[in-house]
């Protein structure tokens, strides 16, 4: 069975960085064709794909944002990680990850979300 | 980007009455389209893969047809716990994009 739980600081001040774990069980991102991603939702509006990182260590960036992302993992503590910097009132959202198997082109499943307010 | 356009926002649908939503692609997407269920307050549910392959567990009611740049979401009898908002992804090609989204109530 596949979980995961993402975690991080709930609100931070604007020009903050935003540092965001995954932590999942059920399958090793050390694996071909693992993949986890996240993807965030502001309250009461639609989806937004942020990144991916590949069991390969390959990574992909929403270009609307890129400048500012960082996706990581730690494989050995089944942990990935996103940074966002120079956070924005317009960044308050629930910040999801997900999880793709066997290099697909979905999200198998996802976590139950972190919400993220950025507020002075 | 490819830009997906779903519709409708919004729908409202009676009890085993078979409800439609649409996903257009600004260009083809090769059937590399999935929908997703999300209720109030939790995260998305994968339903259906590679625009028409059903998510193990999901219920046969649901299913999905398309190809190229237009896509489909067929619920065969609308029940009580299909109420949410309905969300369609296209994995075809960096940035992997989704719809508006469609708010679905039962009348």
């Known amino acids: 069975q596949v979980t995961l739980k993402e975690s991080g600081p709930g609100i931070l001040q604007p020009s903050q960085a935003l540092s965001l774990t995954c932590t999942f069980s059920g399958f090793s991102l050390s694996t071909y064709g693992m993949r986890v991603s996240w993807i965030r939702q502001p309250s009461g509006k639609g989806l937004e794909w942020l990144a991916t990182i590949d069991w390969d260590d390959d990574k992909y960036y929403n270009p609307s944002l890129k400048s500012r992302l960082t996706v990581s993992k730690d494989t050995s503590n089944n942990q990935a990680f996103l940074k966002i910097t120079s956070m924005d009132s317009a960044d308050t959202a629930t910040y999801y990850c997900?999880?793709?198997?066997?290099?697909?082109?979905?999200?198998?499943?996802w976590g139950q979300g972190v919400m993220v307010t950025v507020s002075s | 980007d490819i830009q997906m356009t779903q519709s409708p926002p919004s729908l409202s649908a009676s009890l085993g009455e078979t409800v439609s939503i649409e996903c257009r692609a600004s260009?083809?997407?090769?059937?590399?389209l999935a929908w997703y269920q999300q209720k109030s307050g939790k995260s998305p549910q994968l339903l259906i893969y590679y625009a028409s392959s059903l998510q193990d567990g999901v219920p046969s009611r649901f299913s999905g047809s398309g190809s190229g740049t237009q896509y489909s979401l067929k619920i065969s009898g609308m029940q009580p716990e299909d109420e949410g908002v309905y969300y369609c992804?296209?994995?075809?090609?960096?940035?992997?994009?989704f719809g508006g989204g469609t708010k679905l109530e039962l009348k």
């Open positions: 260009e083809d997407i090769y059937s590399n």
């Open positions: 997900a999880w793709t198997s066997n290099s697909g082109y979905y999200f198998d499943y």
């Open positions: 992804l296209q994995g075809s090609k960096y940035p992997w994009t």
